[in-house]
């Protein structure tokens, strides 16, 4: 399984920015996936879940601002992030859903996740 995340950079506060994670090794269309994020010194904070029949899920921080999306036919998976603030500096990983994850957050266990990308907003 590989996840290779890109997009991440610098944002303004207000400003928007999109992430994408191409997905290989897997059957991506079957699993639900979802973007977690992660501030240096701090834990692992589920951000979107995105199922394979196309519902999905946001914590309460993000909801109205940002959007998750996937794209079976290019095994792609999407995070538009909009009226971004400086709160949303992380690393961002986007992650697979498995039921025999090790990384738990909300109950909801995920079994990759890629290798990460920074996300900062500063003005």
């Known amino acids: 399984v590989q996840l290779q995340a890109s997009g991440g950079g610098l944002g303004q506060p207000g400003g928007s920015l999109k992430l994408s994670c191409v997905a290989s090794?897997?059957?991506?269309?079957?699993?639900?996936m979802g973007w977690i994020r992660q501030v240096p010194g701090k834990g692992l904070e589920g951000v979107a879940d995105?199922?394979?029949?196309?519902?999905?899920d946001y914590v309460d921080s993000v909801r109205g601002r940002f959007t998750i999306s996937r794209d079976n036919a290019k095994n792609t998976l999407y995070l538009q992030m909009n009226n971004l603030r400086p709160e949303d500096t992380a690393v961002y990983y986007c992650?697979?859903?498995?039921?025999?994850?090790?990384?738990?957050?909300?109950?909801?266990?995920?079994?990759?996740r890629g290798q990460g990308t920074l996300v900062t907003v500063s003005s």
């Open positions: 090794g897997f059957s991506f269309k079957t699993f639900a």
């Open positions: 992650a697979k859903r498995g039921m025999r994850g090790k990384t738990v957050i909300n109950g909801r266990k995920y079994d990759y």
């Open positions: 995105i199922m394979n029949d196309g519902r999905t």
